[in-house]
């Protein structure tokens, strides 16, 4: 069964380095998007993301934060220069479509991302 | 806003007990409800699915029904097994949206 699989399983970074986590998304969806969980607290939405842009952000992705589609197969989520409380696990996921519940996010097993 | 509350765990039951988790949702609209399940090592998986009032989600023995009335989405199995380990998350979407709102996520540990 296809899967959506992330890169690295977890890493470590210090403040204000640049950190950029990748993706692999199921190979004919279309949608993509970037959730994070900080301990303890809810799995929060970042972006999504659709024919090479940016479909829906939230307030959390401010300018530190970009993605991009390198290839036909990466997604990714780059993280300028990283504070402490980006630590957290990231979450990536893709659907065949949007808008509508019929479209199911399959998700990856995500990054543990520890800024020190 | 739109936001899920879920019950606190984590939840320890023995093998073939009943299992109650609850979640409660806020939402502007008439939202679609999901829970999510994830086992160790592995991403979030959806278990089940409800997208309008009085329907019944049901997976693996699971059930949930769309609650508008209580605004929940209780999620219920008879007959635990040690297999159902995990954490579970509570989500809901809005009508003509790409985003899931989650909620905490509840650890349930099962033993044998």
């Known amino acids: 069964e296809p899967e959506v699989t992330q890169t690295p399983s977890h890493q470590v970074t210090q403040m204000g380095q640049e950190v950029i986590l990748r993706c692999v998304p199921i190979?004919?969806?279309?949608?993509f998007y970037w959730y994070r969980q900080i301990l303890g607290q809810k799995v929060e939405f970042l972006v999504s993301?659709?024919?090479?842009?940016?479909?829906?952000k939230s307030e959390i992705f401010d300018d530190q934060f970009s993605v991009e589609r390198p290839d036909g197969s990466n997604f990714t989520l780059k993280i300028r220069s990283t504070k402490l409380e980006d630590s957290a696990m990231y979450f990536c996921?893709?659907?065949?479509?949007?808008?509508?519940?019929?479209?199911?996010?399959?998700f990856g097993p995500g990054t543990r991302l520890t800024v020190t | 806003g739109n936001s899920v509350t879920q019950m606190e765990g984590p939840v320890t039951l023995s093998e073939e007990a009943f299992l109650t988790i609850n979640c409660t949702y806020t939402?502007?609209?008439?939202?679609?409800l999901f829970w999510y399940v994830q086992y160790p090592g592995e991403g979030l998986q959806l278990l089940l699915k409800?997208?309008?009032?009085?329907d019944k989600g049901s997976n693996k023995g699971f059930e949930a029904t769309y609650r508008k009335e209580t605004t929940s989405f209780h999620l219920e199995k008879g007959s635990v097994q040690v297999s159902d380990s995990a954490v579970y998350f509570c989500?809901?979407?809005?009508?003509?949206?790409?985003?899931?709102?989650f909620g905490t996520g509840t650890r349930l540990t099962v033993i044998p």
């Open positions: 996921a893709s659907s065949l479509g949007a808008g509508r519940s019929s479209y199911e996010q399959y």
């Open positions: 190979s004919n969806h279309l949608y």
């Open positions: 993301f659709y024919n090479n842009e940016i479909s829906e």
């Open positions: 939402a502007t609209g008439y939202p679609s």
């Open positions: 409800a997208t309008k009032a009085d």
């Open positions: 989500a809901l979407s809005r009508t003509g949206a790409n985003n899931l709102f």
